[in-house]
C-alpha cells in the first residue's frame, strides 16, 4: 500500500484492508523495522491486528522497500518522521520496532510524546554494536552480509528447521529481505545503529507503558546488554522467549502477537 505524505509518499503493510474500510476509531498500531529490512518481516503480525480491531501499519522507512528516499541519517530523525507518519494515519499510535526500529520506537516516545500511546521495543539492548565482519560485507555490498545477519540473527532451532509457517524456510526468507535492500543502506543502517548513543537518556524521558521483548538466545542483542535500558525506564514489562534469537516475530510470532494484543487491551 502507497500512502500520500505531504509532497511524498510511504509504503505499509496492513493485512490487505483498504483505509476507507478502516473504522477511525480503532487503535492505530506503527510496526518498525530493523536494519536492512522492510516491512515484510511484520508479516505475522499485521493481517492477524488488522483483522482483530487494530488500525495496523507495518511502514517501510525511507529508501527501504517501497518507500522512496533519501535515507534518514540518525535515529532521531528517524523518529520525527515516524511521528509524523503518525499523525498522517490518525494517531496517538502504540509503536512498535524491531532491533534498530527499537531504537526508532524509542526516541518517537521520548521525543513525541503526545503521538505514543505505548512502545513495545523487540531485540533491543542499551547499545547496538556492529561486529566488524558485517559491517565490512555490508559497507562492501556484498551478500555475506545478509547471510550474517540471517545466520546470527535466529536462534539454533532454527538453523533446523520448524518454520512455525509450514512451507516456508525462515533463514532464507530473511536473507532474501535483506539481499533486496538498496546499496549501500545496510551500511548506513548498521553505522547508525553503533553509534546510537542516546538510549539510556532517552528511555529516562519516556512517559508512555513500555515493554520489552527478548529472546534467550539472541547474540545480536544479548539479554544481559538489555539490562541497562530495562533499569533506565519506568517500570517496563519485560517479556523473555526462550531458546529465539534476535528474530522473534517470525520464529515465535503466535506469542508476540499475543504480547502486542495484551499491552494494547489495557487501553
Not at 201 to 207: I, T
Amino acid at each position: 500500500m502507497i500512502i500520500n505524505l505531504a509532497d511524498s509518499y510511504f509504503s505499509a503493510a496492513n493485512g490487505g484492508i483498504d483505509l476507507e474500510e478502516m473504522n477511525e476509531n480503532d487503535p492505530l498500531v506503527v510496526l518498525i523495522h530493523g536494519a536492512g529490512m522492510d516491512r515484510t518481516v511484520w508479516f505475522q503480525q499485521t493481517r492477524f491486528l488488522s483483522h482483530h480491531g487494530y488500525r495496523c501499519f507495518a511502514i517501510d522507512l525511507p529508501a527501504h522497500g517501497n518507500t522512496e528516499g533519501p535515507p534518514l541519517k540518525t535515529i532521531n530523525e528517524m523518529a520525527d518522521w515516524i511521528s509524523s507518519i503518525i499523525e498522517r494515519l490518525g494517531g496517538p499510535a502504540h509503536v512498535v520496532g524491531h532491533s534498530m526500529g527499537s531504537f526508532v520506537a524509542l526516541a518517537t516516545a521520548a521525543n513525541h510524546p503526545d503521538s505514543v500511546l505505548s512502545a513495545t521495543l523487540i531485540a533491543v539492548a542499551e547499545g547496538m554494536p556492529v561486529h566488524p565482519d558485517l559491517q565490512t560485507a555490508a559497507d562492501d555490498n556484498l551478500p555475506k552480509g545478509a547471510s550474517f545477519i540471517a545466520g546470527w540473527g535466529h536462534g539454533p532451532d532454527q538453523h533446523l528447521g520448524g518454520n512455525p509457517t509450514p512451507g516456508l524456510w525462515m533463514i532464507g526468507g530473511a536473507t532474501a529481505v535483506v539481499e533486496n535492500s538498496k546499496p549501500g543502506i545496510l551500511s548506513l543502517d548498521l553505522s547508525i545503529c553503533s553509534s546510537y548513543e542516546e538510549t539510556l537518556e532517552q528511555a529516562q524521558s519516556v512517559k508512555c507503558p513500555t515493554t520489552l521483548i527478548l529472546g534467550s538466545r539472541d547474540k545480536m542483542t544479548p539479554r544481559r546488554a538489555a539490562q541497562p535500558l530495562i533499569d533506565a525506564l519506568t517500570n517496563p514489562t519485560v517479556v523473555e522467549l526462550d531458546g529465539v534469537g534476535h528474530m522473534s516475530m517470525t520464529e515465535a510470532p503466535k506469542e508476540v502477537r499475543q504480547v502486542l494484543v495484551n499491552n494494547f487491551s489495557n487501553f
